[in-house]
């Protein structure tokens, strides 16, 4: 680094008021801290000087530290965010910081929770059915035909937008009926799936994501787009699609009138 | 064991949300310091004074036509209370039984189109349910069934109304080419009320279009674009619109009320429209 | 302490990466109960970093492409040292790897006609990386975990349980790996969560825990490339492969501070970027070395016609391997030609239009402007060489993975040695996760069925409790060493020590290496080594950063002395690893690698012992290459490298 640069780090210097939630599922509370941030540094940078000079203990989620991996996952000042995508000069000295773990899921202590209400969504949604008869390298699909589901495996598993959400958040009850955004999108994107074989192997998606994975609980209030570091337009690409799909098979009055005039038969 | 997928073993104690006993405890609903609830003031005083003035409007039954214009609060219109229009669209489907305001037949279906609308649901859930207020905000409902339940469940026809909104959007587009008359019913003539249907129409059409449903009819429900190269743009064009259904729903919002209000003024002789020729 | 948890499967695989994940996988499929363990949560693994994308010779855009051609440009990039049968079988197998992926659900960007696009990068001679946009490594990782959950949803079927034949155990730590005699029989672990310790027993064990970045202070790699696998594999007894090859990656990110060191993925500059000094000269064409003059465009206007007609002309400078690359940007900003924080520019902004680069290179677009404010749209990026990548690693068989001297030990992808040489091309990391992931999954699993039932491995309760104890040891540390001159000193801090670790090895053991200074940091490792001992940490065993950190640093401090010594040892420049008292290229060295092994085969470590150390080399030589892949190369391009006896074989 030259002497220049580091003349500009010197004067960007300045001591922030932090106050982060430490404690576990006893109970805690929001601690201060004043710590040193530098020009150009981000939350992250913050929370990681004050393990190193301050806090030894404080548990903490990351891995990347690009926005790509999605581990540190929190919420800055109230709203959930990637801590190592929140630049620190969104906010003004002055300003007190107000860190605390996800408030959706049950927390294991200091900032980190228990994701795993995540990893029981994700299993509970069907695998992708691969297309009988068709080799490895004789896929054939086209560009404008994967974009779709190209956009929803964007996804970082940051889990925000299942933080975010009120069905879940605001309602403990609702998290066994409820997918949460993440994997209602997991189950549009293996819909939009050009060669996926679901359908023909007696799987209907499209009706499984309102009967099984509470698609009728989203209002749509878009709260899970907002938080999306990745800016998935979760709502308008997946959530309302599915719905839409989903009135295709089960509120359409010409397909209902047709399966019953079918059925009469039987 | 640390799987990461052990069901939650913990019961939930009275309180649910935020203040669950497995959460972290943190007693304020929310730690937001930005003014979060200014949006959805904003969303709710909007809707609010469109309602007042719409009920107001649609209830009066007076003022609604003034050669060469029709209010489009009452076009179609469908009783045989109607003021007659030359060349307009009044038709007397529900003949003489109907003694309320014509205005309650037609406006069931774009109040039902924007009801039922995506963004809608989210402006007036947000803005008066509080569910939730903002993002991150503790909603104050103890229980919460969204769309599965009647009578939400029944947002799923959105489609319908959209099908029925087209048609009356190309009433309004009719009524829109009616008023390039002047007050004698002679074509060719163009007033500042024009200008305003023009606007208008103009703005309900991109709101009809960019909807939510439309983007599936048109292009959406197919699982491969590459064999309906047709509707794969179409699809694309609509999706344009659709990022601006925002935008366009409020729009088109304040126009149909200020194309209304014109007409008002104008048949209630508070204002001549201008001619231009 | 004999109150642990145990639990028997028949494979474990440590780490969850792209080759883990991979080995896993066979594992299951051929049958094997298998559990996978990892440090972060499952589906966070360093994999998902990878931008590029996957080098298989598909021969979807240029038909000219196979195996061989791929098989010769890794060993040019290795420089020959790689070992060539490992080379060999990944330009082999990596097409049905990808293939694979796509039954699995996997969505690569398409070429026209429907197959999967393959784009240039640097050292490939022809447009070979598999790759969705600049997210390739997220894809695969996601369609991998996807893959284990769509097996585990198999076994719910079947038994009712997810769990019951494949198992992942997250934000766990490996800190033993545990033997019966001379065999593997399980691994001694925690929990991050809880800090509970627990063992699994099973008769083979796959190492997949990638690199060792976090030795150095500038890196690409996140928390968990503390060089864990690399420790676990020595302390058992089995020897690193050339570990003086670390892999800088000419193009880091090197400003805003905090960010310094994340990747700048080079498909910037495969899809156009040049990198220019700060006169605004692109200086890369005064760098091009004499082993690749002819494949090298030699002007501007020849390179950047390259974009549009590979055929007939050739590539810029800018796509040289990494390590050319690295080395040139480090020349120009010591000659006083970098950018204003240390680096060079690499630009887009003048070379393709807003919209382009937004589409092509979506999260450098949004990496850039939401980590630095910089528009990359607008202006250059500032970029310098960053620790990515550690070519060396555990010595494997090239067919099974397994490591040499453990049986039932078996290594896959970064944290396995040979397969890159001396240097690593862009793209052929994670095809070599996959081949080799599935590799080390099959051969466990085999290795695994002969080992069930009665000729189970078993672990006695001392080598449980000396691993308890060892791990235990921070919470109890000693401010000073007995007899001490200075009693009561208070116990070192475990993110110093980290610290002085990282700026050691970055100044001392980094691009450009000097033996005065190796020396030093060897001098230097012995003295934290002491200083380690005694790291405390605070609080309790609850997910405590800096009690995990303070067992980390012993995997840390022992690959750092391997990188060292045999840096020290390797008296002359070949990719990673360059000399300036040794400035050339020796061929003589080529058939030479160098073993690392624990000095003290008794476990005891002498880790207060700073002039012994904790390594001692070996020097071995490589199994010619055999006959009909040598014939692969013109007999112009074996001169340069291949000593004179091995080409008279």
Excluded at chain 2, 82 to 101: R, V, Y
Excluded at chain 3, 243 to 255: K, L, N, Y
Aim: overall charge neutral; charged content about 25%.
């Amino acid at each position: 680094m030259t002497n220049a640069a580091a003349g500009q780090q010197q004067s960007a210097k300045y001591v922030a008021n932090f106050r982060v939630w430490r404690g576990s599922s006893e109970g805690g509370e929001l601690e201060d801290f004043k710590v040193a941030v530098n020009e150009g540094e981000v939350v992250l940078d913050i929370i990681h000087r004050l393990q190193a000079t301050q806090a030894p203990d404080l548990a903490v989620r990351w891995n990347c530290k690009a926005g790509k991996c999605g581990s540190c996952s929190a919420e800055v000042n109230g709203r959930p965010r990637l801590m190592c995508m929140t630049r620190m000069s969104t906010f003004t000295p002055s300003d007190t910081i107000t860190v605390t773990p996800l408030r959706a899921f049950p927390v294991v202590r200091d900032l980190v929770t228990d994701v795993s209400f995540n990893y029981q969504k994700a299993r509970e949604v069907p695998a992708f059915v691969p297309p009988e008869g068709v080799a490895p390298g004789e896929y054939r699909m086209q560009q404008v035909d994967v974009e779709r589901s190209q956009e929803f495996r964007k996804c970082i598993e940051c889990f925000l937008c299942q933080d975010t959400c009120h069905v879940v958040r605001d309602h403990e009850e609702n998290k066994t009926a409820f997918a949460g955004p993440r994997f209602l999108m997991r189950v549009a994107e293996l819909d939009m799936h050009p060669l996926d074989a679901a359908a023909e192997s007696g799987l209907d998606r499209k009706r499984t994501a309102q009967e099984e994975h509470g698609l009728g609980y989203c209002n749509i209030t878009k709260c899970c787009t907002e938080v999306c570091p990745e800016h998935i337009k979760i709502t308008d690409n997946a959530l309302i699609p599915l719905k839409e799909r989903a009135v295709d098979r089960k509120y359409d009055p010409l397909v209902w009138l047709g399966n019953k005039i079918r059925r009469r038969p039987e | 064991m640390a799987t990461g997928t052990d069901p939650a073993a913990r019961t939930a104690g009275t309180e649910t949300g935020v203040h669950s006993p497995t959460r972290a405890r943190i007693a304020a609903r929310h730690l937001r310091t930005d003014r979060w609830w200014l949006a959805p003031a904003i969303t709710a005083a909007g809707l609010l004074a469109f309602v007042v003035y719409s009920t107001w409007r649609a209830f009066s039954n007076a003022h609604y036509y003034a050669a060469p214009y029709v209010s489009p609060f009452y076009s179609p219109c469908l009783a045989e209370n109607c003021i007659p229009m030359k060349g307009g669209p009044n038709w007397e489907i529900f003949g003489s039984w109907w003694g309320l305001s014509p205005a309650l037949l037609i406006l069931i279906f774009p109040l039902g189109f924007r009801l039922t609308c995506y963004y809608y649901r989210k402006a007036y859930y947000r803005g008066f349910w509080a569910s939730p207020p903002a993002c991150a905000v503790a909603e104050p409902h103890k229980k919460y069934s969204g769309e599965t339940r009647f009578p939400l469940v029944l947002q799923n026809i959105h489609r319908y109304f959209f099908y029925a909104a087209v048609p009356v959007a190309g009433i309004l587009t009719y009524d829109t080419v009616l008023s390039f008359r002047d007050e004698n019913y002679a074509w060719g003539h163009m007033g500042l009320g024009t200008l305003v249907f023009l606007v208008n129409i103009a703005l309900i059409w991109a709101y009809t279009f960019s909807c939510h449903s439309c983007r599936h009819i048109i292009g959406g429900r197919l699982k491969h674009f590459s064999k309906h190269p047709v509707r794969y743009r179409l699809w694309g064009w609509v999706g344009k619109l659709n990022d601006r259904h925002m935008a366009t729903a409020w729009a088109s919002l304040i126009s149909v009320a200020l194309a209304d209000f014109y007409v008002y003024l104008v048949a209630s002789g508070a204002f001549e429209d201008p001619r231009f020729f | 302490m004999t109150q642990l948890e145990r639990q028997e499967w028949d494979v474990v695989v440590v780490g969850a990466g792209g080759a883990g994940l991979r080995a896993a996988i066979e594992a299951r499929e051929q049958g094997a109960r298998t559990a996978v363990i990892c440090k972060s949560l499952f589906g966070k693994a360093h994999t998902v970093m990878a931008e590029g994308g996957i080098a298989a010779s598909m021969g979807n855009v240029n038909s000219g492409d196979n195996w061989q051609v791929h098989f010769r440009d890794t060993m040019r990039g290795g420089k020959f040292l790689n070992q060539w049968r490992m080379a060999e079988l990944h330009a082999r197998e990596a097409p049905d790897r990808v293939w694979e992926l796509e039954t699995w659900g996997a969505l690569f960007d398409r070429t026209a006609d429907g197959r999967i696009s393959q784009r240039n990068f640097g050292g490939h001679e022809y447009p070979r990386l598999a790759h969705v946009g600049d997210r390739t490594g997220l894809e695969l990782i996601r369609t991998l975990q996807q893959k284990i959950v769509q097996l585990q949803q198999e076994d719910f079927k079947q038994s009712g349980d997810y769990e019951s034949r494949l198992k992942v155990f997250q934000e766990c730590t490996v800190t033993r790996v545990l033997k019966d005699g001379e065999r593997v029989a399980g691994t001694f672990c925690y929990e991050r969560e809880s800090g509970r310790f627990f063992v699994l027993e099973a008769p083979s064990v796959v190492l997949a825990t990638g690199g060792i970045g976090k030795s150095f202070k500038v890196t690409s790699n996140s928390w968990e490339y503390t060089g864990d696998g690399h420790a676990l594999a020595l302390l058992a007894g089995a020897p690193l492969l050339n570990m003086e090859f670390v892999q800088f990656h000419p193009t880091g990110m090197v400003w805003p501070p905090s960010v310094k060191g994340i990747l700048v993925t080079e498909s910037v500059r495969g899809d156009g970027g040049v990198l220019r000094n700060s006169d605004g000269k692109r200086f890369m064409f005064d760098y091009v070395p004499d082993v690749f003059k002819e494949k090298y465009a030699e002007s501007e206007e020849e390179g950047d016609r390259w974009y549009e007609d590979p055929d007939h002309n050739r590539r810029p400078p800018e796509l040289l391997p990494r390590d050319e690359v690295a080395r040139a940007i480090n020349s120009e900003v010591k000659a006083g030609r970098g950018s204003p924080h240390g680096g060079v520019y690499l630009d887009v902004s003048t070379r393709m239009p807003a919209e382009t680069i937004r589409r092509r290179l979506p999260s450098m677009y949004h990496q850039f402007k939401e980590l630095a404010d910089v528009d990359i749209t607008a202006e250059a990026m500032e970029v310098g060489p960053t620790c990515h990548y550690v070519m060396g690693g555990i010595a494997v068989d090239s067919d099974t993975a397994a490591t040499r001297g453990v049986p039932g030990l078996f290594a896959a992808g970064e944290v396995a040695g040979g397969m890159h040489g001396s240097n690593r091309l862009g793209g052929n990391s994670l095809s070599d996760l996959l081949v080799f992931g599935r590799r080390a999954g099959l051969h466990a699993s085999q290795h695994a069925a002969e080992h069930l039932g009665v000729s189970r491995p078993v672990i006695d309760e001392t080598q449980i409790d000396a691993a308890a104890a060892e791990a235990l040891r921070p919470f109890s540390a000693e401010g000073s060493e007995p007899g001490a001159q200075e009693p009561g000193r208070p116990p070192e801090n475990p993110y110093t020590l980290h610290q002085e670790l990282q700026q050691t090895m970055n100044d001392l053991v980094g691009i450009i290496r000097r033996e005065g200074e190796m020396e030093q940091a060897l001098e230097k490792l012995a003295e934290l080594r002491v200083r380690a001992r005694r790291a405390g940490v605070e609080g309790h065993r609850q997910f405590n950063p800096g009690w995990h950190l303070a067992l980390d640093l012993r995997n840390m401090l022992l690959v750092s002395e391997c990188i060292a010594r045999a840096a020290l040892e390797r008296t002359e420049s070949r990719g990673g690893h360059t000399r300036e008292d040794f400035p050339a290229m020796d061929r003589a060295w080529r058939p030479v690698n160098l073993l690392c092994r624990p000095a003290d085969p008794t476990g005891g470590l002498a880790a207060t012992d700073p002039v012994r150390g904790q390594i001692e080399l070996v020097t071995t030589t490589t199994e010619p290459i055999r006959p009909d892949l040598l014939a692969l190369f013109e007999k112009e391009e074996l001169v340069k490298y291949l000593a004179e006896e091995e080409l008279y074989e």
